[in-house]
C-alpha cells in the first residue's frame, strides 16, 4: 500500500503531479491511500514513489483537468481517490468522461456542481461589517462554506474589492487583504466577526430599494439562500416588512432601471445571469454541466424563447449553437433578421436529456420543470421589455403564454401578451431537422421563415 501526502485540503498541483507520476507507473488505485497534512506512521505501507523509472506517456481530455480542479475542492475525503480512479480509467477508455451514464463520472459531475454552487453562495452571500483599527476602516465578514473554496475564490474578491481593506473569516481559514497583499490566516469562530455596524444601515436601505418577491413566492430565497447564510445577512430581518408592499416597489424599481443609462442595464442582466449560474430550483441542474443563461444585446427590441439547451449548448454554455442553432441561424437570415441584434434565450435552461450509452438523448421537459424556470424567464423579459417575444416551439409558448397552446391554433398572428408586448408562435428549428422527407422537410423550412417575416414586420 502507498501512501500519498497532499499539502492541503484543496491541493490541485500536489494531486495532479502525483496523479500523473502515479499514473505513468500503472500504479492501481487500489493500492493509494491518499491524505491531507502529515503522513502517520504506517507498519504495512509504504509512502508512495512519485517518479517512476520507466513513465508510460498518456493523454487525458482538457475536460478532465477542469472537472478535477472543481472536485478537488469538495469536502469528500474519498475525493482524490475517485478522481484517480477516474483518471486510470481514461488512460484505457480516453472516451469514458463522455459517458453521462457511468456512475463515477456522475458522481464526480456531481461532486463537481456541488463546488460551483458553493462558490456561487459565498460570492452572494459575504456580508461585510466595518470596524476600526489602528490604520482605520476595515471590512469583516464570517462565511461558512461547504467545501474548500475559500483559496479559489480570493481572485474574485480582490478584485471586487480590491479598493477596501477586509477580511473573510472561515472555519477553516481566513483571508486578508490589506490594499496591495493578500495573506492567509488560521480559521476563526463567528464569535470573531463584528455584529452590526453603521454601513449596515446603508445595505439595508439599498436591499429594501431592490428587493424581488418573486423569490419569497417560489421558495426562491429558501433554495438559493439557506436558511445558515441568513443570520449573517442583515437584509433577511427586512423580508417580513417588505413582503406587503413588494409588487409596487418592484414595478417602480424595474421602471427607474430602464430609465438610466444602458450600462446599469448591462450590469444587471450580468448579476442575473450569475445568479442563474447557481440556480438549483429543480432537479436538473443535478444531471446538466451548467445554467444556459440567454445572449444577446439587453436592449434588444426582438426576443426569441427556444424549449431547452441541446447536448452541445449545454457543453457550450450558450444558447442555439448546435444543429438546431444553426438552422435557426439560417431561418432568421433568411427572414432578414440579423442575430447580432436579438436576445435568444430557451424556456428551461438547463439540458434534460436520458443516457444511451455514451449519448445524451433530449429529453422534454414537463409542467413542473417549466413552471420552476418561469422565474429566469419572467427577470429576463422584466429588464428587457422587448417588443416582441417569438416563442419557437410548444414549450416556448407555454412559458410565454401561461399555459398549454398548440402551434397549430397560435402560429403566424401577433398575440398581445399581458406583460407588455407582442408575442408570437411558432415552430422549433429542431422539427425541421426530425423530417425524413426532404421535399416536406424544405416546405416546412420557408414556412418557417415567412413566420419570421411576419413576427419581424408586425415589429415594425
Given at each position: 500500500?502507498?501512501?500519498?501526502?497532499?499539502?492541503?485540503?484543496?491541493?490541485?498541483?500536489?494531486?495532479?503531479?502525483?496523479?500523473?507520476?502515479?499514473?505513468?507507473?500503472?500504479?492501481?488505485?487500489?493500492?493509494?491511500?491518499?491524505?491531507?497534512?502529515?503522513?502517520?506512521?504506517?507498519?504495512?505501507?509504504?509512502?508512495?514513489?512519485?517518479a517512476?523509472?520507466?513513465?508510460?506517456?498518456?493523454?487525458v481530455?482538457?475536460?478532465?483537468?477542469?472537472?478535477?480542479?472543481?472536485?478537488?475542492?469538495?469536502?469528500?475525503?474519498?475525493?482524490?481517490?475517485?478522481?484517480?480512479?477516474?483518471?486510470?480509467?481514461?488512460?484505457?477508455?480516453?472516451?469514458?468522461?463522455?459517458?453521462?451514464?457511468?456512475?463515477?463520472?456522475?458522481?464526480?459531475?456531481e461532486?463537481?456542481?456541488?463546488?460551483?454552487?458553493d462558490?456561487?453562495?459565498?460570492?452572494?452571500?459575504?456580508?461585510?461589517?466595518?470596524?476600526?483599527?489602528?490604520?482605520?476602516?476595515?471590512?469583516?465578514?464570517?462565511?461558512?462554506?461547504?467545501?474548500?473554496?475559500?483559496?479559489?475564490?480570493?481572485?474574485?474578491?480582490?478584485?471586487?474589492?480590491?479598493?477596501?481593506?477586509?477580511?473573510?473569516?472561515?472555519?477553516?481559514?481566513?483571508?486578508?487583504?490589506?490594499?496591495?497583499?493578500?495573506?492567509e490566516?488560521?480559521?476563526?469562530?463567528?464569535?470573531?466577526a463584528?455584529?452590526?455596524?453603521?454601513?449596515?444601515?446603508?445595505?439595508?436601505?439599498?436591499?429594501?430599494?431592490?428587493?424581488?418577491?418573486?423569490?419569497l413566492?417560489t421558495?426562491?430565497?429558501?433554495?438559493?439562500?439557506?436558511?445558515?447564510?441568513?443570520?449573517?445577512?442583515?437584509?433577511?430581518?427586512?423580508?417580513?416588512?417588505?413582503?406587503?408592499?413588494?409588487?409596487?416597489?418592484?414595478?417602480?424599481?424595474?421602471?427607474?432601471?430602464?430609465?438610466?443609462?444602458?450600462?446599469?442595464?448591462?450590469?444587471?442582466?450580468?448579476?442575473?445571469?450569475?445568479?442563474?449560474?447557481?440556480?438549483?430550483?429543480?432537479?436538473?441542474?443535478?444531471?446538466?454541466?451548467?445554467?444556459?443563461?440567454?445572449?444577446?444585446?439587453?436592449?434588444?427590441?426582438?426576443?426569441?424563447?427556444?424549449?431547452?439547451?441541446?447536448?452541445?449548448?449545454?457543453?457550450?454554455?450558450?444558447?442555439?449553437?448546435?444543429?438546431?442553432?444553426?438552422?435557426?441561424?439560417?431561418?432568421?437570415?433568411?427572414?432578414?433578421?440579423?442575430?447580432?441584434?436579438?436576445?435568444?434565450?430557451?424556456?428551461?435552461?438547463?439540458?434534460?436529456?436520458?443516457?444511451?450509452?455514451?449519448?445524451?438523448?433530449?429529453?422534454?421537459?414537463?409542467?413542473?420543470?417549466?413552471?420552476?424556470?418561469?422565474?429566469?424567464?419572467?427577470?429576463?423579459?422584466?429588464?428587457?421589455?422587448?417588443?416582441?417575444?417569438v416563442?419557437?416551439?410548444?414549450?416556448?409558448?407555454?412559458?410565454?403564454?401561461?399555459?398549454?397552446?398548440?402551434?397549430?391554433?397560435?402560429?403566424?398572428?401577433?398575440?398581445?401578451l399581458?406583460?407588455?408586448?407582442?408575442?408570437?408562435?411558432?415552430?422549433?428549428?429542431?422539427?425541421?431537422?426530425?423530417?425524413?422527407d426532404?421535399?416536406?422537410a424544405?416546405?416546412?423550412?420557408?414556412?418557417?421563415?415567412e413566420?419570421?417575416?411576419?413576427?419581424?414586420?408586425?415589429?415594425?
Open positions: 500500500m502507498r501512501v500519498v501526502t497532499l499539502a492541503s485540503e484543496d491541493d490541485f498541483e500536489g494531486w495532479r503531479d502525483a496523479a500523473r507520476a502515479l499514473a505513468s507507473a500503472r500504479v492501481p488505485p487500489a493500492d493509494l491511500v491518499w491524505q491531507v497534512g502529515e503522513t502517520p506512521v504506517d507498519l504495512f505501507g509504504d509512502e508512495a514513489v512519485l517512476p523509472a520507466t513513465p508510460a506517456a498518456f493523454r481530455a482538457r475536460a478532465f483537468l477542469d472537472l478535477a480542479q472543481s472536485v478537488v475542492l469538495h469536502s469528500d475525503p474519498q475525493r482524490f481517490a475517485l478522481l484517480y480512479t477516474l483518471l486510470a480509467g481514461l488512460i484505457a477508455e480516453p472516451r469514458r468522461i463522455d459517458d453521462a451514464a457511468d456512475p463515477l463520472v456522475r458522481r464526480v459531475e461532486m463537481a456542481r456541488a463546488v460551483r454552487r462558490v456561487h453562495k459565498m460570492r452572494a452571500f459575504v456580508r461585510f461589517r466595518e470596524v476600526q483599527d489602528e490604520i482605520g476602516a476595515r471590512f469583516i465578514a464570517w462565511f461558512e462554506p461547504q467545501h474548500h473554496i475559500v483559496r479559489a475564490n480570493a481572485r474574485f474578491f480582490v478584485d471586487r474589492f480590491a479598493n477596501m481593506r477586509w477580511s473573510i473569516l472561515t472555519p477553516e481559514l481566513s483571508l486578508h487583504w490589506d490594499g496591495e497583499t493578500l495573506a490566516g488560521p480559521g476563526a469562530t463567528r464569535a470573531d463584528p455584529g452590526e455596524d453603521p454601513v449596515e444601515h446603508v445595505w439595508k436601505t439599498y436591499y429594501a430599494s431592490t428587493f424581488n418577491p418573486a423569490r413566492k421558495g426562491m430565497m429558501l433554495k438559493e439562500m439557506p436558511r445558515k447564510y441568513w443570520k449573517n445577512m442583515p437584509e433577511t430581518a427586512l423580508v417580513k416588512k417588505l413582503v406587503a408592499t413588494a409588487r409596487q416597489r418592484e414595478t417602480r424599481m424595474v421602471a427607474k432601471a430602464r430609465t438610466r443609462i444602458g450600462g446599469n442595464i448591462e450590469a444587471a442582466w450580468t448579476a442575473l445571469r450569475d445568479e442563474a449560474a447557481g440556480c438549483t430550483r429543480c432537479h436538473l441542474y443535478k444531471h446538466a454541466t451548467q445554467t444556459v443563461f440567454g445572449e444577446g444585446p439587453v436592449d434588444a427590441r426582438m426576443m426569441f424563447v427556444g424549449e431547452q439547451p441541446g447536448d452541445q449548448e449545454d457543453l457550450a454554455g450558450r444558447p442555439f449553437v448546435g444543429p438546431a442553432g444553426q438552422m435557426f441561424d439560417k431561418a432568421i437570415g433568411e427572414a432578414g433578421i440579423d442575430r447580432a441584434t436579438v436576445y435568444v434565450t430557451n424556456a428551461v435552461k438547463h439540458f434534460k436529456f436520458e443516457p444511451r450509452g455514451k449519448r445524451r438523448i433530449h429529453s422534454k421537459p414537463d409542467a413542473g420543470e417549466i413552471q420552476a424556470c418561469r422565474w429566469w424567464y419572467e427577470q429576463e423579459r422584466l429588464l428587457m421589455k422587448p417588443e416582441m417575444t416563442a419557437l416551439g410548444a414549450t416556448a409558448a407555454r412559458q410565454m403564454l401561461g399555459k398549454v397552446v398548440t402551434i397549430s391554433g397560435t402560429r403566424g398572428r401577433a398575440i398581445e399581458t406583460e407588455g408586448g407582442l408575442g408570437w408562435v411558432t415552430i422549433h428549428p429542431s422539427f425541421l431537422l426530425r423530417m425524413p426532404k421535399s416536406r424544405e416546405d416546412e423550412f420557408a414556412a418557417f421563415v413566420d419570421l417575416k411576419g413576427a419581424a414586420k408586425a415589429l415594425g
